[in-house]
């Protein structure tokens, strides 16, 4: 069965500090993303990576960079968090032109 | 600019009372629709994905219909643990899988 675990449920940061979301699947997907999602906003995307080293930004990248070393791994980095960063994130991954599968989210509160 | 529009925002339905949801959208190229389910706490679970105008998809008491403007999610005879936001997602004919919209959402709400 399609499994993409995200490493924290919920984490609560303080404003300016770096913070790393991470993110593994273990179905061998190319695709890999990373979305915000906000009440009455929907699921923004922020960045996707269609290989290893490989990165695009995706509708509101400001803020925020990825780094995929491995094809199973994909981080989200918070270079300097800030209250406007408080959100749900969400992971997915996919093969080539295939549905995404997501993980449960994240929960992040900037204070 | 692509969109996606998902009507209504909420719905509340009595046990065994069918409707639709809808999704609209304007996209350059639909390569796909998706729609989701999403439990509070959870990420959003795949359901159905239609390709062109005229498919249709079943699972139970859902049924996802197609035209070239919009999508239709039909509950039969919804149950409570339909209850659930729905989302709608369009794919356009560019790029690698990445160019995906997602719409709101329309929050179901299945009453005992």
């Known amino acids: 069965d399609v499994k993409v675990t995200q490493s924290s449920r919920y984490l609560v940061k303080r404003t300016g500090e770096k913070v790393f979301l991470e993110c593994v699947q273990d179905m061998d997907h190319e695709n890999m993303f990373w979305y915000r999602q906000d009440p009455g906003l929907g699921l923004r995307l922020i960045y996707f990576s269609y290989d290893v080293k490989m990165k695009e930004k995706g509708d509101i990248p400001e803020g925020y960079s990825v780094s995929r070393e491995k094809k199973e791994r994909f981080s989200l980095i918070l270079e300097s968090a800030s209250t406007n960063q408080t959100s749900m994130y969400l992971c997915?991954?996919?093969?080539?032109?295939?549905?995404?599968?997501f993980g449960d989210g994240t929960r992040l509160s900037i204070l | 600019e692509d969109q996606v529009t998902q009507s209504p925002e909420a719905l509340r339905l009595q046990e065994g009372e069918s409707s639709s949801l809808n999704c609209s959208y304007t996209v350059s190229g639909l390569r796909g629709l998706f729609w989701y389910r999403q439990d509070p706490g959870k990420g959003p679970e795949f359901l159905f994905t239609?390709?062109?105008a005229g498919e249709e998809k079943e699972k139970e008491r859902l049924k996802a219909t197609l035209t070239k403007k919009e999508s239709f999610l039909h509950i039969t005879a919804p149950k409570p643990e339909d209850s659930a936001t729905y989302l709608c997602a369009v794919q356009a004919g560019r790029g690698n899988n990445n160019d995906m919209r997602f719409g709101a959402g329309t929050r179901l709400t299945v009453k005992p």
């Open positions: 239609l390709y062109s």
């Open positions: 997915a991954s996919s093969l080539v032109n295939r549905p995404q599968h």
